[in-house]
């Protein structure tokens, strides 16, 4: 028997505490061999004045376990406070977010009666870095960023879960045929990582046709990679369409640690009425399970939550006439499982885990590349000018008066769009210019000092200049895309 493995533990908000009880409960019945250290985050740190919901020396206390078991957490309305789940993730390095959505037909009611996909969604990068600035009176903006270490790990952690669990293809959702250098990377290190597992079938979609076939038709997937936003969007889709999503849990993996929570909220509304249904905080629990090597535990106590489903004991949120048999509450459904405990679905496909499963990938097996060649061509600089001033044509003619020292004005555009030259009259224009410049001998590398000197012109014609953009050639390819019309 091994000795007890410690895992850190935060009781949340509304349903979480009930929820947490329960899901506990049934591991520890199953044989969980852990010790548990809870740690206070959420509504009462946050409501004391703690913006972030989380003490600092919780960290140290997850960073030592390694492992954090996380029931919902309510994060007030009104501006200031921050998510704890993403800064935890952000923190902890939680780079992987792997969520099952499974269906139980017939005993919790789905659209989809065969349905089995496993969601790896990237959890760090992608419009959620956070970086948007209000640039001028009309436009805001949010970087998105998509790196190649990041979509390394989350592209070769999707494979090795595949191989591990015994999927068979991996599916990687992405918008490249807009999104040319951004997910297009993301597209292409696809591809590359693709090949190192032969034996595992692998395709990419578009994602928007891609969603409408997975809500469609969710059997023709198996597991699924995709960026942050797509990510986050298309899980509670999938979670959704399976039965619940007070059924889903989910696993946020890094090199250093790993979290484990539902993914539903704290359901304010239903908390200490024993009404919530633990199973997606319990479900997440079992993944945790698998986690620290204890897969007999997993296997028991998933088995006995399978058996008690298919014999109809439910919860409110599943409970259908004709189809359950037993209305329960948190408390009582908890029990159903320990009374279980030991026995194996009939109808419902029992779980077999074999220890290793949503195991990290290690960051040796990113690869390092030597940097690439970078020239310096061109750049673009973003000014904030109104549209009462004028035309695009009348803008270009008034920063054509910056041109000099090797550098000129080759194209304006407008919200992606080029409006100069031979813009088209009909193009919407707001105050908000994006003015490329390259070199004049074309192709030929500029300095930082000659963009920095454009700016002190620019400047000086009294243009008010939001930002600029270097435009570079990495090993002679170009790292920036063409206005739309350009
Ligand atoms: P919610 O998921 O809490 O509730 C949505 C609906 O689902 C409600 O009708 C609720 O009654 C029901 N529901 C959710 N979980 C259930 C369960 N286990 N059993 C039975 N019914 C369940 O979403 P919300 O109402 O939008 O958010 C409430 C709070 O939760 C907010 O403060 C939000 O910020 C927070 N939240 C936290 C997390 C998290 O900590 N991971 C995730 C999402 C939302």
Redesign the pocket.
Known sequence: MSKNVPITVAY?????PE?MSASLHILQEAGARIDIETIEV??KLYLAGNTTGIEPDAWDKILRTKVFY????????GGGFK???VTTRKTLGLYSNVRPCVSYHPFVDTKHPIMDIVIIRENEEDLYAGIEHRQTDDVYQCLKLITRPGTEKIVRYAFEYALKNNRKKVTCFTKDNIMKLTDGLFHKVFDEIAALYPDIQNEHWIVDIGAAKMADTPEAFDVIVLPNLYGDVLSDVAAQIAGS??LAP?ANIGEHAAMF??????????AGQN???????FLAGVMLMVHIGQPDVAEAAHNAWLTTIEEGIH???IYQEGVSKQKVGTREFAEAVIARLGKKPQTLKPVNYAAGENVPVASDTITLRAPAKKEIVGVDVFIHWPTSKGKPDDLAELLQKVNGEGLELTMISNRGQKVWPHGMPQTFCVDHWRCRFLAVEKGKPITHKQIIDLLQRVSDHDFDFIKTENLCYFDGQPGYSLGQGE
């Open positions: 949340g908000d509304g349903i979480g929820i959420g509504e996380k029931a919902p957490i309510t994060t007030p309305q998510s704890i789940n999503v007070g989910s929570e539902a993914i539903h909220g704290s359901a304010p509304r239903r009404l919530a249904n633990p199973s997606g905080l919860t409110y949120d």
